[in-house]
């Protein structure tokens, strides 16, 4: 059974971090190119990352460029999000998803809030 299951969500204070991870299984994880979207609260879902297959490529949605890292390591099946400097419009579900769409996960709720 093909399962991307994101984790590491909650909520956080402005100007705090955190570190999303995305464990996949069922699927030749390694040969995939994956990526984060997002979808804030009464909003559709927005792009947020993605990065290449074997880690090497990266790209980045401007709202997020210098304060999220994307990367993932292939031999543990997982994706990870690192999220520093977050705002209160950051506040979404994230998921994870392969880059051509066909898996994606159920989501990690982030808010940004005092």
């Known amino acids: 059974e093909v399962q991307l299951v994101e984790s590491g969500g909650g909520l956080v204070q402005p100007g705090n971090s955190l570190r999303l991870s995305c464990a996949a299984s069922?699927?030749?994880?390694?040969?995939?190119?994956m990526k984060w979207i997002r979808q804030a609260p009464g909003k559709g879902p927005e792009w947020v990352s993605t990065?290449?297959?074997?880690?090497?490529?990266?790209y980045y949605a401007d709202f997020v460029k210098g304060r999220f890292t994307i990367s993932r390591d292939n031999a543990k099946n997982t994706l990870y999000l690192e999220m520093n400097s977050l705002k209160p419009e950051d506040t979404a579900v994230y998921y994870c998803?392969?880059?051509?769409?066909?898996?994606r996960g159920q989501g990690t709720l982030v808010t940004v809030s005092s």
């Open positions: 998803a392969t880059g051509d769409d066909t898996r």
């Open positions: 069922g699927f030749a994880f390694g040969s995939y190119d």
């Open positions: 990065i290449s297959s074997g880690g090497i490529s990266t």
